[in-house]
C-alpha cells in the first residue's frame, strides 16, 4: 500500500524524512528497509525507520528538540547498505532526500522502458504479458493500454519484444528500444492497422525479420540513441555489445534456415548435402547475412578471407550455382554435384544442353513420385509437378545459358535452316565462353585464331543477331527459315506482313507480334549508335586538314534539295503568319486532336477555340486570363447567334489589361434579373463602378453619401457590395416567391432536381419545392455549403429558432439498424418553407459581409430581430466602427445592445469547440474565474448589488475612481447584474480603444455632446451614434486644442485646469498695452513691474506689438510678488536687479522708487 506522506508543521517537536529510492535504472524499489540516523564526529545513532512502498517512497519520523546532522541509508536483507544519502548538515525539520543504487547525488529518472514496464505489471495482476492475446476477437492489449493510460503502440511493441526476447535469447529492452527508435520501419503502420488475425506467432516473426534485415551499424546506432533519449536506461549499454552479437547469430542462423534464392530448401541443407566443409559453410552464411544477402560485397568478403582457399571458394559457387539454378531440389543437387565429381558432367552450364523432356526423364529417374516438388495445385499429380518443374528448369537454364541451350538445340535439330550446321555446333561446343549475347564474333574469331567456313562463319553471325528477337531456338530457326536474317530484314517487312507470314511458324501472333517488336527496337537502336558515331555524318573536320573528297560516281545521281522539295522560293510573311506560327501550331494541334477522336471532348469545354482568329493580333497580344475565363462563362449564360463572328483581338496589350474587348451584354442582362444562385443578381455596371472607385482610392458609399445620393439603406449596402437587386432579396422586398431564390421554376413537382453526389434525378421526385431541399445533398448543393457549414447553420437562432434538427439515417445490415454518416440517408426535422427563406436571406448577407454566422446571428438579435434596410445600416456601420476601432464584433455589439451570454458551438474546424458569448469571454475566463468565481457566476444568476470594485479591476482594468465617474456620468447606480456590466464594459472598451482614460472619455463624451451608445444607459441606440460621436471626437482634436481647455472655453467648465483662463491681472496688462499705444505715452510713463510683464498673454503683445523699452526696476512692489518690506505709497525701499530680466542690461539704484502703474 502506498505511503501517504503527510509530514507534520514545524515546530511540533517532531522531524520528518521523506523520499523515494530507486535503482540505477530509475525504477522504484519497494520494500527495503531505511534506516535515518543522527550523525556525529566520529559516531552516528539511529532516529527512525522504515519500508520503502510499492513506488518506492519512505517517510521517516522522529523526535526532534534541536537541529542535527542527518544522514539516511538503505539496507538489503542482511542489513548490508546498498545506498547512503550525503551528511545533511543542521538539517530543517522536514526535508526531502531521495536515495538510488547509482550512487550519491544522482537519482536518475526511469527510463520510458521502465515506467512502461511497471504501469503494464500493475495492471496484469500477476498475469504474464506475453499470454495476452491481440486479435479480433480478443484486445486484451488494448484494455491494458487504456487502462494504464499509455499509449496501445508502445503496450504492443513490449508485448513483441517479451515474445521475441525468450527464444532469442536477448534481453526484451534490445528489442523495445530498437521498436521504439523506428526499427522495423512498417512496425507502427501495422501497429495502427492490425489484421483480423492481430498480433500472432506469423506478425511477431515478420517484426523479427525485419529487425535482422538491418546491419550491426545500423541497430548499434539506433540502441544509442534509445539509451540517449531514455528510452532504455544508461545500463543497459553494458549489455549492448553481447546484445549486438546475439543479434548477429540470430541473423546468421535466419539466412541459414531460409532457401537460398529461390526454392524452398535451407541453405544449410543445400551446403551440407553439397558436401562443402563446415568452416566453408559457416563463413558463407556468416558474411551472406552481414552483407544483407548482396552476393557481391558477400564474395568480397570471402576472397579477403585468407583461411579460404581457392579451391574452396570454387567447391562452394558450384554448389551454390547448382542450388539455384535447380530450384533448391535436393535430390537434383546431389545427384549434379556427384556427375560433376565423377567427371560425368564437366560443368553446371552443360546441363543448358536439356530440354524439357530430357529434365522430365532425369526427374522420374531420380524422384518419380515427384516428393521434393512442392504441390502448386490440392490434385496435382506427381506427372503434373515434374511436368511443370521441368518446364521451369529448362527456361531458366535457357536464360542463364542461351549459347549452351542453342548449342543442345542445334544438337538434336534433324534439319536446319543454317548452313554448315555440323560446324556451327562442333565451334560452339569446343568454345563454351563464347556468348551469343555479349561476343563480338569477328573479333573472337581473330583473338583466338578459330578456322571457320564462310558458311559458317555466317551462320554464327545469323545465329548471334536472332537470338535478340527471341530466347526460344524453335522461333529463332523458323526466321532463319523464313529468310531473315537480321533484325533490318525483320523491320522492312512491315509488321502486318511479318506477323500474317510468321504467326503460323511460331505458334500464336502474339510471338510473331513480340519478334516483330524486338526487331523494331534492334533497329532503331543500331541506326541511333550508327548515326550517333559514324564519323561521317557527325565527325569534327578541323580546319587545317582537307575535307575528304568523296567519290565523283557517288555524287552523280546524288538529289540535291530542289529536286527533292521543289522550288526554294517563297513568298515573304510577318512571323506570325508563317507555318512556324503559333497560329499555325494551334492549327497543328486540333487537327492531330481531331485524327484521335478528342476535339469533341476539347469543343465541349471549349467551343470558342474553332472561331478565334488566326491573325497577327490574336498571336502577340496579350489576353489577361480572367477576360478569356469571362468571354467562355458570356457564351455559356447567353450563346452567341448564327452567324457566328471570330474572335478576334485588337488594341496592344495595355488596353486589354485595362479593359476587356469582347464583353456579352446579353450575358450581364441575365445576370442582373435571375435570382439562382445565391451569388446572384450580379450587376456589371455596379460591379465596374465599385471597382473602378477602389482603383482610385475610394468607395462607392463615400461617394454617394459625399453627392448626397442615396437612402443611407443605399448607402450601406454599397458599402457591402450588395446591388439593388441583390439588397432587395436579403431585406425580404424583392417579388420571386422563395422557391424561385432557391432555383426551382414551380412550387409543386419542380422539374429537373438532380442529386448533386450522383448527378442523377431523384428518385422519389420530391412533391415540392421544400421536399425537394429536405434532401441534404440538394441543400448542400443549392447554398453552396459543405456539411460543416450546414451544421453551423441549423445553430443560427434568426434562421431556425432552434426548431430544426439534422438526424442521420440508418443502414440495415443482419437485421440491424446501423447509424450511416451518409447525407442522403439524413432527415430534417422542423424544416419549413419559413426557415428555408429566412435561411436564403441570411445566407447571402452572410457572404457579403464575410462574418461568421453566429456573429450575424448576434448582430441580428442586438438589432431586434429584423433582416430589414435598417439592419443593412446596423450592420454596415458596425463593421465599419469594428475596422476603426480594432475591437471583436461581438464586444461591439454590447454597445447598442444587451451583452450576449449563450456561447455557440462551431462546428467548422476538425472539431467541435465552443464560441464563448462576450460574457463568459470577460467576465468568466479561466484566469478570473480562478480567483472571481464567486463573483462573475453564470449569467442568470447575476445577484445584484454592489460590484467589488477589486473583481472588476481584474477584469476591466476599471479603478475605483473610473466607478464613480462612469456612474456619475450617466446617473445609473452600478450593481452586479448583465446592464450595469455591460455599461461598464462599454466605458472601458471605448476608452482603450482610443487610447484615453475614463474620465477623459467622460468629459469628451460631455463635451461633444454625443453618447456612444444613444440616451439608454445600459444600452441602446444605433452604430451611427457611435460614429457620430467619433465624428465629433475627431473633429475636436483635430483643432489641437486640449480637452481641458475646451471644457473651459465651450461649457465655462474648471479654470483651474485649463491654461486658457483669462485673469484680471491679464485684463489690467491687456489695457495697459493699449494706453502705451496712445498718443499720451510720451506724457505719462507707465511702469510694470518684471512678474507682471511675464504673464503669457500680455507679455505676447507687449513683445510683439510694441518697440518701447519701459523702464523697470530689477523688483518692484506688486500684487503678483511677496510682499516687500514696504509698500508702495513712495517711501523709500531696497531695491535689486532682477537676474533674468530680459529689459535692461543693467539697472541703475534707486533711491526713491516709483510707484507701480498697476497699484
Not at 562463319?457 to 536472332?466: E, F
Not at 460574457?919 to 467589488?948: E, H, K, M, N, Q
Not at 481641458?1044 to 491654461?1059: C, F, I, M
Request: a neutral charge.
Amino acid at each position: 500500500m502506498p505511503i501517504e506522506l503527510t509530514p507534520g508543521a514545524a515546530g511540533d517537536g517532531q522531524g520528518s524524512v521523506q523520499g523515494t529510492f530507486v535503482d540505477a535504472d530509475g525504477a522504484p524499489i519497494a520494500g527495503a528497509r531505511i534506516s535515518l540516523l543522527a550523525q556525529r564526529v566520529r559516531d552516528r545513532s539511529e532516529l527512525a525507520s522504515a519500508a520503502t512502498d510499492e513506488s518506492g517512497g519512505f517517510l521517516l519520523t522522529y523526535r526532534r528538540t534541536k537541529a542535527v546532522n542527518l544522514i539516511v541509508q538503505a539496507l538489503d536483507a542482511d542489513g548490508k547498505v546498498i545506498a547512503q544519502s550525503e551528511v545533511l548538515f543542521a538539517a530543517d525539520a522536514h526535508v526531502d532526500i531521495d536515495l538510488t543504487t547509482a550512487g550519491v547525488g544522482r537519482v536518475p529518472a526511469p527510463s520510458a522502458h521502465t515506467l512502461l514496464s511497471s504501469t503494464v505489471a500493475s495492471q496484469l495482476l500477476k498475469t504474464p504479458l506475453v499470454k495476452l492475446k491481440q486479435n479480433k476477437d480478443h484486445r486484451e492489449l488494448d484494455f491494458v493500454a487504456k487502462a494504464g493510460g499509455v499509449p496501445f503502440a508502445d503496450v504492443a511493441r513490449l508485448y513483441i519484444a517479451r515474445r521475441l526476447a525468450v527464444p532469442g535469447k536477448l534481453d526484451e529492452r534490445t528489442l523495445y528500444g530498437l521498436f521504439s527508435r523506428g526499427i522495423p520501419a512498417p512496425l507502427d503502420t501495422a501497429l495502427g492497422q492490425l489484421p483480423d488475425a492481430g498480433i500472432d506467432d506469423a506478425f511477431v516473426a515478420q517484426v523479427l525479420t525485419g529487425v535482422l534485415a538491418h546491419s550491426d551499424a545500423s541497430l548499434a546506432q539506433t540502441l544509442d540513441a534509445a539509451v540517449a533519449a531514455n528510452v532504455l536506461p544508461a545500463t543497459y549499454a553494458v549489455k549492448q555489445k553481447d546484445e549486438l552479437a546475439q543479434l548477429r547469430a540470430l541473423r546468421t542462423q535466419r539466412v541459414g534456415a531460409t532457401p537460398y534464392i529461390r526454392g524452398k530448401t535451407p541453405l544449410n541443407d543445400v551446403l551440407s548435402a553439397a558436401g562443402v566443409e563446415a568452416a566453408v559453410s559457416a563463413a558463407f552464411t556468416q558474411a551472406y547475412a552481414a552483407s544483407g544477402k548482396r552476393l557481391r560485397t558477400t564474395w568480397k568478403l570471402l576472397r579477403a578471407d585468407p583461411a579460404l582457399t581457392k579451391e574452396q571458394l570454387a567447391t562452394l559457387n558450384t554448389a551454390l550455382n547448382a542450388s539455384e539454378l535447380l530450384g533448391g531440389n535436393l535430390v537434383l543437387v546431389k545427384d549434379t554435384l556427384q556427375r560433376l565429381a565423377r567427371g560425368e558432367l564437366a560443368r553446371v552450364q552443360n546441363l543448358a544442353l536439356l530440354d524439357e523432356a530430357d529434365w522430365v526423364a532425369r526427374i522420374e529417374r531420380l524422384d518419380p513420385q515427384a516428393s521434393t516438388i512442392p504441390q502448386v495445385l490440392p490434385d496435382d499429380t506427381p506427372a503434373q509437378r515434374i511436368a511443370r518443374f521441368a518446364k521451369a528448369l529448362a527456361e531458366r537454364f535457357q536464360s542463364r545459358y542461351l549459347t549452351t541451350t542453342f548449342l543442345g538445340s542445334l544438337g538434336k535439330a534433324a534439319g536446319s535452316a543454317f548452313a554448315a550446321r555440323e560446324e556451327l555446333v562442333s565451334v560452339l561446343a569446343a568454345n563454351p565462353r563464347l556468348n551469343l549475347r555479349r561476343t563480338n564474333i569477328d573479333r573472337y574469331v581473330a583473338r583466338n585464331n578459330l578456322e571457320l567456313s564462310t558458311e559458317a562463319l555466317g551462320s554464327l553471325k545469323t545465329l548471334q543477331r536472332l537470338s535478340f528477337l527471341s530466347t526460344r531456338y524453335a522461333t529463332v530457326e523458323a526466321l532463319a527459315g523464313a529468310g531473315y536474317h537480321s533484325a533490318q530484314a525483320v523491320y522492312f517487312s512491315g509488321r502486318a506482313p511479318f506477323v500474317a507470314q510468321m504467326a503460323p511458324l511460331l505458334g500464336s501472333q502474339p510471338r510473331a507480334e513480340a519478334a516483330w517488336l524486338r526487331a523494331q527496337a534492334r533497329y532503331a537502336s543500331a541506326l541511333s549508335a550508327f548515326g550517333r558515331y559514324n564519323l561521317a555524318l557527325n565527325g569534327t573536320t578541323v580546319a587545317l586538314m582537307a575535307s575528304p573528297v568523296p567519290a565523283a560516281d557517288s555524287l552523280a545521281n546524288l538529289p540535291d534539295l530542289q529536286a527533292l522539295f521543289g522550288s526554294l522560293d517563297y513568298c515573304e510573311c510577318s512571323e506570325c503568319r508563317s507555318v512556324l506560327s503559333p497560329a499555325a501550331y494551334f492549327v497543328d494541334l486540333l487537327q492531330f486532336l481531331k485524327q484521335r477522336g478528342a476535339l469533341d471532348a476539347l469543343l465541349s469545354r471549349r467551343p470558342d477555340l474553332p472561331f478565334i482568329a488566326l491573325g497577327c493580333d490574336n498571336t502577340d497580344v496579350t489576353l489577361p486570363y480572367i477576360d478569356l475565363v469571362n468571354e467562355l462563362l458570356e457564351s455559356a449564360i447567353a450563346p452567341p447567334a448564327a452567324p457566328l463572328t471570330l474572335f478576334a483581338t485588337t488594341g496592344s496589350s495595355a488596353e486589354r489589361r485595362a479593359l476587356p474587348q469582347h464583353v456579352s451584354q446579353a450575358a450581364y442582362d441575365k445576370t442582373a434579373v435571375a435570382v439562382f444562385p445565391l451569388t446572384l443578381p450580379f450587376d456589371l455596371s455596379f460591379a465596374r463602378t465599385s471597382a473602378f472607385l477602389q482603383a482610385m482610392g475610394t468607395r462607392l458609399d463615400q461617394v454617394m453619401r459625399l453627392c448626397g445620393s442615396g437612402s443611407a439603406a443605399a448607402r450601406a449596402a454599397a458599402q457591402l457590395g450588395l446591388n439593388p437587386a441583390l439588397q432587395a432579396l436579403i431585406n425580404g422586398t424583392d417579388p420571386h416567391p422563395p422557391w424561385e431564390r432557391w432555383g426551382f421554376e414551380a412550387q409543386a413537382n419542380p422539374a429537373n432536381v438532380y442529386d448533386p453526389k450522383t448527378r442523377q434525378p431523384l428518385s422519389p421526385a420530391p412533391a415540392d419545392w421544400v421536399a425537394a431541399l429536405s434532401r441534404v445533398p440538394v441543400l448542400l448543393g443549392r447554398a453552396h455549403l459543405d456539411f460543416a457549414q450546414l451544421c453551423q447553420l441549423l445553430e443560427v437562432a434568426w434562421v431556425t429558432g432552434g426548431n430544426v434538427t439534422l438526424k442521420l439515417g440508418f443502414t440495415v445490415q443482419d437485421t440491424l439498424n446501423i447509424a450511416s454518416c451518409d447525407t442522403a440517408l439524413m432527415t430534417f426535422e422542423g424544416l419549413d418553407a419559413a426557415v428555408l427563406d429566412r435561411a436564403n436571406r441570411f445566407l447571402r448577407l452572410w457572404t457579403a459581409t464575410g462574418l461568421q454566422m453566429w456573429e450575424l446571428d448576434w448582430a441580428l438579435e442586438s438589432a431586434n430581430g429584423n433582416l430589414d434596410d435598417g439592419f443593412l445600416v446596423f450592420i454596415a456601420d458596425a463593421l465599419a466602427l469594428r475596422e476603426r476601432l480594432s475591437l471583436p464584433l461581438q464586444e461591439l455589439l454590447s454597445f447598442w445592445g444587451p451583452m450576449p451570454t449563450h456561447g455557440v458551438n462551431s462546428h467548422l474546424g476538425e472539431v467541435d469547440t465552443l464560441v464563448a458569448s462576450t460574457y463568459d469571454r470577460v467576465f468568466r475566463s479561466p484566469t478570473l474565474l480562478a480567483s472571481w468565481s464567486g463573483v462573475f457566476v453564470d449569467a442568470g444568476a447575476l445577484p445584484g448589488g454592489p460590484i467589488d470594485s477589486n473583481a472588476l479591476k481584474a477584469a476591466l482594468g476599471l479603478s475605483a475612481d473610473d466607478l464613480a465617474a462612469i456612474g456619475a456620468a450617466t446617473g445609473v447606480t452600478l450593481e452586479l447584474s448583465l446592464d450595469g456590466l455591460n455599461l461598464l464594459l462599454r466605458h472601458a472598451r471605448l476608452a482603450a480603444a482610443l487610447s484615453l482614460t475614463v474620465p477623459d472619455l467622460l468629459l469628451w463624451m460631455t463635451v461633444c455632446d454625443a453618447l456612444p451608445a444613444g440616451s439608454a444607459a445600459a444600452f441602446g441606440g444605433t452604430p451611427a451614434d457611435t460614429a457620430e460621436f467619433l465624428r465629433r471626437l475627431a473633429f475636436l482634436q483635430g483643432t489641437g486644442i486640449k480637452l481641458a481647455d475646451l471644457d473651459y472655453l465651450l461649457r465655462n467648465g474648471s479654470a483651474t485646469r485649463s491654461e486658457m483662463t483669462f485673469t484680471t491681472a491679464e485684463a489690467t496688462a491687456v489695457l495697459q498695452v493699449i494706453a502705451m499705444r496712445s498718443p499720451s505715452w510720451r506724457r505719462r510713463t507707465p511702469l510694470l513691474c518684471k512678474p507682471c510683464l511675464s504673464a503669457p498673454w500680455p507679455r505676447r503683445l507687449v513683445s510683439a506689438q510694441t518697440s518701447w523699452r519701459p523702464r523697470l526696476p530689477a523688483r518692484a512692489s506688486c500684487h503678483c510678488l511677496p510682499p516687500p518690506s514696504r509698500n508702495c505709497s513712495g517711501k523709500p525701499m531696497a531695491w535689486t536687479r532682477h537676474p533674468s530680466s530680459r529689459w535692461w542690461t543693467g539697472s541703475p539704484a534707486w533711491r526713491r522708487p516709483p510707484r507701480c502703474s498697476m497699484h
